[in-house]
């Protein structure tokens, strides 16, 4: 089964500054699709962005950017100018294209954004 | 306005008393998920269903059941709940079981077992 890791559980963020928030994954498989989603406090899945494996060029969406490194196996997400509303929990994700649709989470990174 | 319903938000029981925690979708989705979120654990997958009467275990099934009989709905069966159940629960659906679509979420369901 394919492991998703998400390390340093909590990251702080100066309000308007970068953040980077790092996540690699563990595969055999060349042909998959990856996501970060984000959980306010109201508990919610919400999703932010998404990757497919078989574009190089790295997904964006606004203020939320990914670094895609497929040889190295590796997907983190740059939030910029951050803002008080994105302080949450931030879930890695990992899907194979083919199987059962199951997502493979990380453990998550909070994101503390300091006014 | 499309959506993934879970009922209920929250529920405290104690062990042994059999539970349902019920999932509807709005949005013709023909894959369902349920998954458990513990701290420092993430999300793991409990069941699947790719179709109406295609259901099949994910990394944690132990302890749960599920039905799809209909299209819409999925819900989430503990037969007889432990302690160890207790945890945050969300249904998700998507369009079908593969492509670059992503999961809908629920809102979550609080389970606490005493």
């Known amino acids: 089964a394919q492991t998703v890791t998400q390390s340093q559980p909590e990251m702080s963020v100066q309000e308007a500054e970068t953040v980077t928030l790092s996540c690699t994954y563990d595969?055999?498989?060349?042909?998959?699709?990856l996501f970060w989603y984000k959980q306010p406090p109201s508990r919610q899945m919400i999703l932010v962005i998404r990757?497919?494996?078989?574009?190089?060029q790295n997904a964006t969406e606004n203020r939320f950017s990914v670094n895609f490194q497929k040889a190295a196996k590796s997907f983190s997400l740059k939030i910029s100018d951050s803002q008080l509303g994105d302080a949450a929990m931030y879930f890695c994700?990992?899907?194979?294209?083919?199987?059962?649709?199951?997502?493979?989470f990380g453990k998550g990174n909070q994101v503390v954004v300091i006014p | 306005e499309a959506q993934v319903t879970q009922n209920p938000r929250y529920l405290i029981t104690v062990t042994g008393k059999k539970l349902t925690v019920t999932c509807s979708q709005n949005?013709?989705?023909?894959?369902m998920s349920w998954y458990r979120q513990d701290p420092g654990l993430g999300l793991r997958q409990i069941y699947y269903?790719?179709?109406?009467?295609v259901t099949d275990k994910g990394d944690v099934p132990e302890g749960y059941k599920v039905s799809r009989k209909e299209k819409r709905n999925f819900p989430l069966i503990l037969e007889s709940p432990s302690p160890n159940q207790t945890s945050l629960y969300f249904c998700?659906?998507?369009?079908w079981g593969g492509g670059n679509q992503p999961q809908h979420f629920g809102d979550g369901t609080r389970l606490s077992i005493l």
């Open positions: 994700a990992y899907r194979s294209a083919r199987g059962n649709n199951r997502l493979a």
């Open positions: 998700a659906s998507s369009l």
């Open positions: 595969t055999s498989e060349s042909d998959y699709y």
């Open positions: 990757q497919e494996a078989y574009k190089q």
């Open positions: 949005m013709n989705h023909e894959y």
């Open positions: 269903s790719m179709n109406v009467e």
